[in-house]
């Protein structure tokens, strides 16, 4: 008996290509990190809260950029799945978190804190590692989890 078998292929697309006046493509600091967030991503202008992963290589040189959800003024859902899934494509085991606080708090949330350990404890289980989650504010200020010193290991 023949059975109907589909063969399938999962590819990352490139929506857009741009150039922009960054030193080098690796993120080696919480400064080049929130110039990335505010020059490429434009967070600090962004109306709605919009969440965001940077997926590296081992070496921190970017492999793709990426905005995951958008939510309103207040927060955005966050979900797992969707986050590992377009770091597993792009073949990065190295991520960076971003979104922005519309509302100018540089303060990591309650849920903040918590989406970022779910985050982090995911990422172990796939062999991934998240290095830091950084919030964007209006005028380019940012507040960085790895220098407040509470990025879970």
Known sequence: MAIEISLLNLRVVREKTGTYDID??????????????????ELDQRAEEVFCIICCDSRHRING?????????????????????????????????????????????????????KLVDGAKLLGLKIIDHMIVTEGGKYSSFKELGIMPE
């Open 65 to 117: 950029i990426f905005e995951v959800f958008r939510g309103g003024m207040a927060e955005s859902s966050v979900y797992p799945a969707e986050i590992f899934k377009r770091a597993l494509l792009s073949n990065s085991p190295v991520m960076f978190l971003l979104h922005n606080h519309p509302g100018g708090s540089l303060h990591p949330s309650l849920p903040d804190r918590q989406v970022t350990q």
């Open 24 to 41: 080098n493509a690796a993120i080696t600091s919480s400064g080049k990190l929130s110039e990335i967030a505010i020059k490429v991503l």
